[in-house]
C-alpha cells in the first residue's frame, strides 16, 4: 500500500542557549538528541541555532525561527537559578504573554530544595532564593514537573504554532521531554507530522568520492534518487549513508541500496543503522576479549566498556605505554623490540599474545603506532600504527596502515581499524584493504 | 592606563551547514571552534546556527544573520563534490554575485586529485569531474587555496559585511582559518573590533547554586559586576566561572575574584584556566604514574594519555574488568574481593598497590565501582564508586562517593575523581570534600 505523502511538512527549530556553549566551554548534546526525537516523529528539523546568554540575541532567535515559519520551537538551557539564566522570560515576551508565580510549582521546587541542602549541607533558604524565579513563567503555559529543580514550559503562540522549553541538562531534558510530548499543544502540532522511514548504511576503509561517483552512476541507470533525501557523511573512517524518505518511494530506496552493494559490497559493514559497537557487542557474546594498547593508551577498552552489559565479554586490558611495561605485563619479549622497536607487526602480535594469556581470553588486540606530534621517523612516520587481532586458536587479522590526522585523529582511528578487525576475524572475514 | 571602550561590538554569527549534523549523526565541532577564535579576536559571537543541507534553510539562515546585522559571518561545510553540497552557491545568491568558474583553482584542484587517484588507486576523471563544482565560486570572492580539495572563499556583501565560506572537515578548517583571516575585506572588520580580557575559573565539588549566592553576596557587598560579563557552567562535575571584561574593568574582575576565593578557596583549583588534565602534566613530571580501572574501562588512561608527552610520566594501566584479572593482572587478593566485594575501598586500595608494583610507578590510581545500569544493591547503589591513589612511599587519598548520572556521567565522573585526587595527593593537600 502506498501512502499518499502530505503536502506540508512539520517544521521545527531548535534554540539552545548558553554562553558556555557558544563559546564552546560545553559541547552541545541537547540540539542534536532533540533533533533526533523530532526526525523520528516526522518533524523536519531546519535549523539549530545556539545563542549567547542575551535576550536580545534569544529574542532574535525566536523570532527568526517564528518569521521561517516554525510549527514547534523548542529551547534547552537558560532555567537555572543564576541572572544569565532568561529563557522563561524571553520566551513570555516572544509568546506575548504575561510573566506568573506559579505558587504550586514553587511549592515543589522548594521541597525538592530542603532535600538538597539537607543532604549537601548547603543553606535552604539561599538555594530557595535563587530558584524562585524558576517558578516565574509565561500566563498560560502547561508546566511540566522539574527532573532537576528546573520546570519546563509548553508555551502556546497565537499564530498556532508551540514553544517548549526545557532545562540545559541533559539527565533533565531526556526525563522531561516525554511529558512535553504528551501536552496538548504539542499533541496538536504533531498529529499534523507524517514519520519519515529512513535507513542507514555503514561503511568502512571507502573514500566519499567514490560514493559520489557510484550516486551518479546509478542515478543515470535509472533509479530515480529525487525521491530520496540522501546524506552521505565521513566521519573518523567511517562513511556514513543516511538516506529517508516518504512513503511511497520504497523501490526507489530498494534499488539505491543493491547499487552500492553491487560497487562497495565489502566496505559496507551495516545495512541497517547499527554501530561497529554494537555489532561487537552482539558478535562478542560468549567470548572474552582483551585488548593490549600502547599509542591508543586505552581507547579501545574504554569503548568496548561503554556499554552496559560489557562485563559479560571483556576480560580487561593493559595499556602498556612504555618499553618495559610492555615485557612485565604482556610478556613480550626485549629482544623482539630490540629487533624490530615498539612500533612493529611484530610487537603489535606479541602484545595480542600478552593479552590472551595475561587475561585468559579467547580474541584480543594488540595496538602499537606512533601518534605524535613527535616520535616519527622517515621509516616510520607520525600515524604509523601497527594493529593485530589475534584468537586463542592462532589465527589473526593484522595490517600496518600509516593514518592522517592529528594525535586525537590517529588514535581514535587506530582504535576503530581494531574494532573493524576484530569483528572480521570474529565472522571468519577477511579485511578488505 | 584606561582605554575607552569603543561603543559598537564587531558581531558575528556561524552557520555550520549538514544534515548529518543537524540529526546528530556528527557532532559538530566547528561552530565552538570558530567561535573561540573570534572570541580572542574580540568579535561578539551572537549566533551558531545549524542547517540541514537544503538550499531555502541555509538561505534563510544567511538572511537572519545579515537582517540581525552581523558584521562578520563564517559557515563551515557544504563544498564536497556531492550534490547536497551546496554552500558556494547559496552564499553567491545571498551576496548577489553571479557564479564563475576559477580556472587556475580547477587547475590546482586537479592536480591534488591526480595525486590521490594515483596513490589510492581510484579513477582519476570520476574525482575530478565530481570536483570540478568546487572551483564555481561567487564572482569577486577571495579564493583560499584548499587543505584538502575545496578551496575557501571570502565573499563581501555590498552592506559592508563579509562572509567567510569554510569546509566541513576541522582538520581543513583549522588550516585555512588563517589564511581567510589576513585577506583584505576580513581584516578590515577585525580592525574594528576590540578584544576581551577573560578570566577562567575552575572548581570541583561545588553545587552551581552556591555560586549564584556568592555572586548576590559580592555584588551586594558593592562590587560592580555589571562591567563584567560572568557565565557559570556545571561540567561534569566541574563548575566553570568565565568572567570577560572589556579594558577598563580589571578592579571589579580583582574584586570578584577575591570575593570568590574567601568564599570557595578550597574547592577553587583552577585560577588561569588551566584545566585539571595540564595540571596533572606539570605536576607528574619526574613521576611514573599507573592505573588499575574496573568500572572506568581505561577512560582515565586513554584521558591521561591525550596529551602529546605523556610518554614522559604514564607508565601505563590495567583494565581489569573481571574479577580474575584483578587478582592474575594486579594481584589483588581473592580473600579481599571475598570478604570486602569486588567494588570496595579495600579492592580500589589493593589495585592501587598492583598497580605501582606491576608498572613500576611511583604513583597508582585504582578505581572500582557499579557504573550500571544493573549491578546495583541497597548497600552499594549504582553509582557508588571506590577511588584511590597511592605513591610507592605509602602515602594515599581514597574516597568512595555515590555518584549521580547515567553509566556514560558515573564513567567520566569516576575517572575525574581520580584525577583531582591524583592532583591534590602530589600538591600534599587533602581532599576537601
Not at 50 to 73: C, H, K, P, T, W
Not at 344 to 361: C, F, H, I
Request: charge should be negative; aromatic fraction near 4%; include cysteine.
Amino acid at each position: 500500500m502506498t501512502i499518499e505523502s502530505k503536502d506540508k511538512p512539520v517544521r521545527a527549530g531548535i534554540v539552545v542557549t548558553g554562553t558556555e556553549v557558544i563559546t564552546g566551554t560545553i559541547e552541545d548534546k541537547n540540539g542534536p538528541w532533540i533533533s533526533q526525537e523530532l526526525a523520528g516523529l516526522g518533524v523536519e528539523v531546519s535549523h539549530i541555532s545556539i545563542v549567547a546568554d542575551r535576550a536580545s540575541d534569544l529574542e532574535a532567535a525566536l523570532r527568526f525561527m517564528g518569521d521561517d515559519g516554525m510549527d514547534l520551537i523548542v529551547t534547552s538551557g537558560g532555567l537555572g537559578p543564576t541572572a544569565d539564566d532568561l529563557t522563561a522570560e524571553v520566551v513570555g515576551t516572544f509568546a506575548e504573554r504575561k510573566m506568573v508565580l506559579d505558587e504550586s510549582m514553587e511549592e515543589k521546587i522548594a521541597k525538592i530544595l530542603a532535600g538538597f541542602a539537607r543532604r549537601l549541607n548547603f543553606d535552604a533558604d539561599a538555594l530557595r532564593a535563587a530558584n524562585r524565579k524558576q517558578a516565574v513563567v509565561p500566563k498560560g503555559a502547561t508546566l511540566i514537573d522539574p527532573a532537576g529543580t528546573a520546570p519546563g514550559l509548553v508555551v502556546p503562540v497565537d499564530d498556532g504554532s508551540v514553544v517548549i522549553v526545557m532545562p540545559g541538562p541533559p539527565r533533565e531534558l531526556h526525563a522531561m521531554w516525554p511529558k512535553a510530548l504528551e501536552t496538548a499543544p504539542v499533541r496538536e502540532v504533531l498529529d499534523r507530522a507524517e514519520p519519515y522511514a529512513g535507513v542507514m548504511l555503514r561503511l568502512f576503509g571507502l573514500p566519499e568520492s567514490e560514493i559520489a561517483k557510484s550516486l551518479r552512476e546509478i542515478e543515470e541507470g535509472g533509479v530515480d534518487l529525487d525521491a530520496l533525501e540522501i546524506t552521505t557523511c565521513l566521519r573518523k573512517g567511517e562513511l556514513e549513508i543516511e538516506v529517508r524518505h516518504r512513503p511511497g518511494a520504497e523501490d526507489s530506496l530498494t534499488d539505491l541500496i543493491a547499487g552500492i552493494d553491487e560497487r562497495h559490497g565489502r566496505f559496507l559493514f551495516s545495512r541497517d543503522g547499527a554501530t561497529i559497537d554494537s555489532q561487537l557487542a552482539s558478535l562478542l557474546q560468549g567470548h572474552k576479549i582483551a585488548t593490549a594498547e600502547s599509542c591508543t593508551g586505552g581507547l579501545l577498552a574504554a569503548r568496548l566498556t561503554e556499554r552496559e552489559g560489557a562485563s559479560a565479554y571483556v576480560s580487561g586490558g593493559a595499556v602498556t605505554y612504555s618499553n618495559e611495561s610492555k615485557t612485565t605485563v604482556l610478556g613480550v619479549p626485549v629482544e623482539l623490540v630490540a629487533e624490530h622497536g615498539a612500533v612493529s607487526p611484530e610487537v603489535a602480535e606479541a602484545m595480542a599474545d600478552g593479552a590472551l594469556k595475561r587475561y585468559q581470553a579467547d580474541i584480543a588486540v594488540g595496538i602499537t603506532g606512533i601518534a605524535g606530534p613527535d616520535g616519527g621517523t622517515e621509516e616510520k612516520p607520525v600515524g604509523y600504527v601497527c594493529v593485530c587481532v589475534k584468537t586463542s586458536d592462532g589465527s589473526k587479522l593484522a595490517r600496518d596502515p600509516v593514518m592522517p590526522g592529528t594525535r586525537a585523529d590517529i588514535r581514535e582511528r587506530s582504535a576503530l581499524l581494531g574494532m573493524h578487525l576484530t569483528r572480521r576475524l570474529l565472522l571468519g572475514e577477511d579485511f578488505p584493504l
